[in-house]
């Protein structure tokens, strides 16, 4: 099985097994939708926008100033920010300038940015302008090998009416004191020319941005994604996803222009938001919404549902988590969702009732991807056809990506179709490697018929239709009494609960079966549950070595930054007690 053939009688219609195309410099995206669409909207924040020519023209001057600074090919320079317009201008100045983008997690604290500022080696960081964010930038650059840092303040990027009353009012957030030697971003686009230095990029080779993952199993460690990782991903995922665009037309291609509006809602600092939105809309010439925080409201998600109602979104990649937060909204009636056409889910997995519940309510398609940090980071994706989509699985591997299910036991061996073992992936989107880790890179990759594979550590199958379907992550297993348990079957029964909005199973030590079954649970809004009524619905839904002996009802359930349910914090709740 290659992925010129990918065995199924469901392959989407017109989608090509093979792109082309798509070997060049990351800031390229950039570049070409500020030719072919100058004038139009690049990032809207805040109700004031960015057009693709200016959004050029600041990148450019970034750029030149960092060549001043003495960054050359192969630097490290760190973005520090939430979802603002300065983020996509910075990434690509960096990258213009032949450096790496090292994306940090802008609510880290000093501890952890110090981490991944010393790791990376960076030489230069970008902050925002904010009593805690500038706080702990201050504090996580000691003893570290940056000189540099930029301090971006939202002012410049408000309409001027809302940026004289919030200075006025006080109401745009800003640091206490910025530290002499410190640059503000205004200042360093104003002195800088709008030429960027030539600098030579191989694009199969050259690392583009540093991502670093979630840190799972220890100290998170620097996943070198190449321009080519994120240029081939973007290019295959638009050729993959068609949506009907208009009322009573056919699924296409998405439309280029400004026709598409994106909603930035996950983060860009990590690889599913940076994709599956601004290099997404970039490639498109499309209008990016900035969401710097999507909880903002009260109740919280409001303000992001007034701005898919005023902009008219049209495309959303998220995380279940933000599907069930949309569709729970105590409010939702009172906006209109309709314009949205297609939305992505990874992440985690999409649970079915879920899916059916967002689309009963806003008329969107819901198709549910599956990557890593790792491979920039869409390997699979359901057809976008609702007739050839099966909720459940990941779909087919993207363009010129091939997946093997694996021997958990021997990486070597593959395993029939419909059985499970460790799913691995090859493909132009996997990383060059992890950044000075050797002993990782070798667990991580293995060897056959001359290609490199990348193993995942999820457990999954191919179907007889050819769909990919995980199980679930090696390390989430529970194994009761001699039975495998995965996790997600017993969280998606839960689900169809009408009483639950969210739910999170791990494993917990037993004596007699080794492992049981423990449900966190949240109810929805207004509802009361005792353990005894979800046990009684579980008896009736599951098999017995799968139901929860323990039942915790939470008020909120631990996630992370990009909304992934943190089964590990709740082991580790276990394990501490």
């Known amino acids: 099985m290659t992925h010129q053939d990918w065995e199924t009688p469901y392959w989407p219609e017109g989608v090509a097994q093979t792109v082309k195309d798509y070997k060049f410099p990351l800031f390229d995206l950039l570049d070409k939708s500020a030719e072919k669409y100058p004038n139009n909207v690049f990032t809207v924040f805040s109700d004031a926008t960015k057009t693709y020519a200016q959004v050029k023209d600041t990148t450019d001057r970034i750029a030149n100033f960092l060549a001043g600074k003495g960054i050359k090919k192969g630097d490290k320079a760190a973005i520090f920010l939430p979802n603002l317009p300065h983020f996509p201008e910075i990434l690509f100045g960096i990258l213009k300038a032949g450096a790496v983008a090292v994306n940090c997690n802008p609510i880290y604290t000093a501890p952890e940015l110090n981490h991944q500022l010393n790791d990376s080696e960076a030489k230069l960081v970008f902050c925002m302008d904010h009593p805690q964010f500038y706080k702990n930038t201050v504090e996580a650059v000691k003893g570290t090998q940056v000189d540099t840092i930029v301090v971006c303040n939202i002012k410049s990027y408000l309409p001027k009416i809302k940026g004289f009353i919030g200075g006025l009012l006080g109401k745009i957030p800003k640091a206490d004191k910025i530290e002499p030697g410190h640059l503000m971003f205004d ?20 690392t583009a941005i540093m991502l670093y993952t979630g840190g799972t199993t220890g100290l998170p460690k620097g996943a070198e994604l190449t321009h080519t990782n994120f240029t081939h991903n973007v290019t295959a995922a638009l050729e993959w996803c068609r949506l009907v665009q208009v009322e009573g037309g056919k699924p296409e291609p998405m439309f280029e222009g400004d026709f598409h509006s994106v ?57 279940p988590t933000l599907f069930v937060a949309f569709s729970n909204h105590p409010d939702l009636k009172n906006y209109d969702l309709s314009s949205f056409q297609g939305c992505i889910s990874g992440g985690a997995p999409l649970p079915p009732e879920v899916c059916k519940e967002f689309e009963d309510k806003t008329g969107a398609i819901i198709f549910e991807a599956y990557g890593l940090t790792e491979t920039a980071p869409a390997l ?40 499970d073992g460790e799913l691995a992936a ?20 293995v060897h056959i018929d001359g290609k490199r594979y990348f193993l995942t550590g999820d457990i999954g199958h191919i179907d007889d239709d050819g769909y ?21 079957d017993v969280e998606d029964i839960l689900f169809t609960h009408p009483k639950v909005e969210l739910a999170a199973v791990i494993g917990v030590p037993d004596e007699k079966s080794g492992e049981q079954v423990k449900a966190y649970l949240k109810l929805r809004e207004g509802e009361t549950a005792t353990p005894e009524e979800i046990q009684a619905f579980c008896k009736e839904n599951m098999a017995g070595y799968k139901r929860p002996k323990q039942i915790e009802f939470r008020d909120e359930i631990p996630m992370s930054n990009v909304g992934k349910v943190l089964r590990r914090v709740l082991r580790d709740e276990v394990t501490k007690k």
């Open 263 to 319: 909603l930035g809602v996950l983060p860009w600092y990590h690889s599913f938001g940076l994709t599956g939105s601004l290099l997404v809309a970039c490639k498109l010439g499309a209008k990016l919404i900035c969401v710097p925080d999507p909880r903002a409201g009260n109740p919280p998600f409001t303000e992001v549902l007034k701005v898919v109602q005023k902009y008219k979104t049209t495309f959303m990649s998220a995380v």
């Open 380 to 419: 699979t994706a359901n057809p976008t056809f609702v007739e050839t989509r099966r909720i459940g699985s990941i779909g087919f591997p993207l363009p010129d990506t091939d997946v093997k299910i694996l021997d958990i036991e021997d990486a070597t061996k593959e395993m029939p179709r419909g059985e």
């Open 468 to 488: 990919v379907v995980i199980t679930d992550r090696k390390k989430d297993m529970i194994l009761v009494g001699g039975f495998n348990v995965y996790p997600r």
């Open 187 to 206: 200042d360093v686009v104003a002195n800088a020319s709008p030429q960027p230095p030539e600098v030579s990029i191989d694009p199969e080779k050259d």
């Open 426 to 445: 090859c493909g132009p989107q996997v990383m060059k490697g992890y950044w000075k880790r050797d002993n990782a890179n070798e667990e991580v990759f």
